[in-house]
């Protein structure tokens, strides 16, 4: 069964960008049906774009358009997510997750990777 | 936007009881719905898919209905492992994904 192992903890300055990485291990590796969502303390779960087979390149929700860059290395079966321009309320566990509408129910989630933006 | 509302906002029930919790989507998704269940300190976990089919290895006491736009999930008998906050996600409008609040169901 595949798992999802993310890149450790940060902390970074408000304006900087943050790159979080997301390894696929014991399965067979497919870039193009993992997603992002993020979860701010307390609060619930937001969802942050991904790549699907259909189209094969990354889109986002329109709030992250310009700030939000998914790219995959599929020599490594490694996603990544960079955000830029980080604010306060960027703050938040950033999980990698299969997308459920291409996972045919068995759908990991990584450990999750907490983000702090601060100055 | 298509916006997910989750009724109640928190539910009290007692070991052995049914719970059923509540999802309303503002436009029509067919049933590109999923639930997933959340512990704290712990990654989401997904439950049901298409609106009514369960994730691999999800207990048969997990149960989902609905399309359109109203849909429920039921948890026919709780158990102590199930006290626990619930979503939904509407994956009908790609990129444009969305989830409900989320529904925390505790202990009576």
């Known amino acids: 069964q595949m798992q999802l192992i993310q890149s450790g903890p940060v902390i970074k300055k408000p304006g900087s960008s943050v790159k979080v990485s997301c390894k696929a291990s014991g399965g067979t590796f497919s870039s193009h049906s993992i997603g992002w969502v993020r979860q701010a303390p307390g609060q619930g779960l937001e969802w942050m774009g991904g790549?699907?087979?259909?189209?094969?390149?990354?889109d986002y929700p329109q709030k992250f358009r310009g700030r939000l860059t998914i790219t995959a290395d599929d020599s490594t079966s490694t996603l990544y997510m960079e955000l830029s321009s980080l604010t306060s309320e960027d703050t938040a566990v950033y999980y990698c997750?299969?997308?459920?509408?291409?996972?045919?129910?068995?759908?990991?989630w990584g450990q999750g990777t907490l983000v702090t933006v601060s100055s | 936007e298509i916006v997910m509302t989750q009724s109640p906002a928190t539910l009290s029930v007692s070991p052995g009881e049914r719970a059923t919790l509540s999802c309303r989507a503002t436009q029509s998704i067919t049933t590109n719905v999923a639930w997933y269940q959340q512990k704290p300190g712990q990654a989401p976990r997904l439950l049901i898919h298409g609106a009514s089919t369960r994730a691999t290895g999800i207990p048969a006491r997990f149960s989902g209905s609905g399309s359109g736009t109203e849909f429920t999930l039921t948890i026919s008998s709780l158990q102590s492992e199930d006290f626990a906050v619930y979503f939904c996600?509407?994956?009908?409008?790609?990129?444009?994904?969305?989830f409900g609040q989320g529904t925390r169901v505790e202990i009576k």
């Open positions: 790549i699907i087979p259909i189209f094969g390149t990354p």
């Open positions: 997750a299969g997308s459920v509408a291409y996972c045919s129910g068995d759908c990991p």
């Open positions: 996600q509407q994956y009908n409008n790609w990129p444009a994904w969305t």
